[in-house]
């Protein structure tokens, strides 16, 4: 064979490999791509199902009418599908739920309210990167928050208590 036959055979060959592997690299990026954005989507859908179930947290009389069932599933929910510091938030929270089983009075119930509220406000950033305030969550569903004694200014120390303790983002804090 001569240089002429070698080349002839030799160039096609080469530009079909390099071709290949393009090819190759870029359908790859393109499967990855298409994977992470049905990902996303799946998330971003399952996010907004699971912020409509966990407003029972901020809604505090159907929080005492939520069965054991129906808390069970929004905890594996919220576990599932919520980022590292929802599920921070709800270790906590369930630890802090089992550890006053017997002893509920205004410091749990008020530290039970703030992991609640922290939930929330968690999620809704997590899913919609908007900062809600914590006490105007609290405002929505309590009408006696600045009324009752020393209730906000218990609600505050909790809340920011907790999110320093969980370091939590520091826009949560009430100041």
């Known amino acids: 064979m ?5 080349l002839s055979i030799i ?13 190759y690299w870029q359908n790859r990026k393109y499967i990855e791509n298409e ?11 399952k996010g907004i199902e699971l912020i409509g179930k966990a407003k029972v947290f901020i809604d505090y009389n159907k929080m005492g009418e939520l069965s054991q069932n129906k808390l069970n599933d929004l905890v594996n929910d919220i576990y599932l599908y919520g980022s590292k510091d929802v599920i921070t938030i709800l270790s906590e929270f369930m630890q802090y739920n089992y550890q006053i089983q017997v002893k509920r009075d205004q410091n749990n119930i ?3 309210m703030a ?11 997590d899913y919609f990167g908007e900062i809600t305030n914590s006490i105007d969550t609290l ?3 309590l009408k006696d928050i600045y009324t009752k004694k020393d ?6 120390i909790n809340i920011n208590s907790i999110v320093k303790e969980l370091n ?3 826009e949560f804090k009430i100041k």
Do not use: H, W
């Open 139 to 141: 405002k929505i569903r």
């Open 168 to 170: 939590l983002n520091k």
């Open 110 to 112: 008020c530290k039970m």
């Open 35 to 45: 994977v992470l954005k049905n990902k996303r989507s799946l998330m971003l859908e």
């Open 151 to 156: 209730f906000y200014k218990d609600m505050k």
């Open 115 to 125: 992991y609640c509220t922290l939930l929330v406000v968690q999620l809704k950033y």
């Open 11 to 23: 160039i096609p060959s080469t530009v079909s490999i390099i071709g290949f592997i393009i090819s």
């Open 2 to 6: 001569n240089k002429a036959e070698l």
